[in-house]
Antibody, heavy 115, light 106 residues
Framework: QVHLQQWGAGLLKPSETLSLTCGVQ????????WSWIRQPPGKGLEWIGE???????NYNSSLRSRITMSVDTSRNEFSLSLSSVTAADTAVYYC?????????WGQGILVTVSS | DIQMTQSPSTLSASIGDRVTITCRAS??????LAWYQQKPGTPPKLLIF???ILESGVPSRFSGGGSGTEFTLTITSLQPDDFASYYC?????????FGQGTKVDI
């Protein structure tokens, strides 16, 4: 059973950079894309982007200018950086396996942007 | 971007009811459509993919249908565990997009 465990800072100030990492356990890492999805409090889901084991990325154009995703195949981990955050970036951030669709999800991390 | 529109936004139902949620895409997504269930404080759970294929372990009272731009999620005989929010998602083209959600409550 694939397990995704995510971690990172939960409180940021405006203009700082959000950094989250997701570790993949008990399952193959190669052969899949790995996604980040966010959900503002009380609202719907927004796909942020995805990366595969070779580093190929696909980003949501609405966030492209601020996103960087990376992968560490030696640790079966992938990461998200989102620069210049504002209050509008406050959300629960999920990592997920993108086997088209998303079949395994991390537990979610609430990231709050506040001065 | 493909816009996904769900209806209704909220659905009040009782145990044993048959409920249907509709999802419309702004352009065709063929059958590349998934449905998720989400309960408060937890990540979404995949129920159905490719419009009508039930994910392993999902009860057979859930079913999906449709193709192109119109899709449905049906729950026959609603159970207490089914009170949750439901989201459709297209994975036909980037960016992947979700419907705004349907909350099923008592």
């Amino acid at each position: 059973q694939v397990h995704l465990q995510q971690w990172g800072a939960g409180l940021l100030k405006p203009s700082e950079t959000l950094s989250l990492t997701c570790g993949v356990q008990k399952g193959p890492f190669s052969g899949y894309f790995w996604s980040w999805i966010r959900q503002p409090p009380g609202k719907g889901l927004e796909w942020i982007g995805e990366i595969n084991y070779s580093g190929t990325t696909n980003y949501n154009s609405s966030l492209r200018s601020r996103i960087t995703m990376s992968v560490d195949t030696s640790r079966n981990e992938f990461s998200l950086s989102l620069s210049s955050v504002t209050a509008a970036d406050t959300a629960v951030y999920y990592c997920a396996r993108a086997s088209s669709p998303f079949d395994y999800w991390g537990q979610g991390i609430l990231v709050t942007v506040s001065s | 971007d493909i816009q996904m529109t769900q209806s209704p936004s909220t659905l009040s139902a009782s145990i044993g009811d048959r409920v249907t949620i509709t999802c419309r895409a702004s352009q065709t997504v063929s059958r590349w459509l998934a449905w998720y269930q989400q309960k408060p404080g937890t990540p979404p759970k995949l129920l159905i993919f490719q419009a009508s294929i039930l994910e392993s372990g999902v009860p057979s009272r859930f079913s999906g249908g449709g193709s192109g731009t119109e899709f449905t999620l049906t729950i026959t005989s609603l159970q207490p565990d089914d009170f949750a929010s439901y989201y459709c998602q297209q994975y036909n083209s980037y960016p992947y997009t979700f419907g705004q959600g349907t909350k099923v409550d008592i």
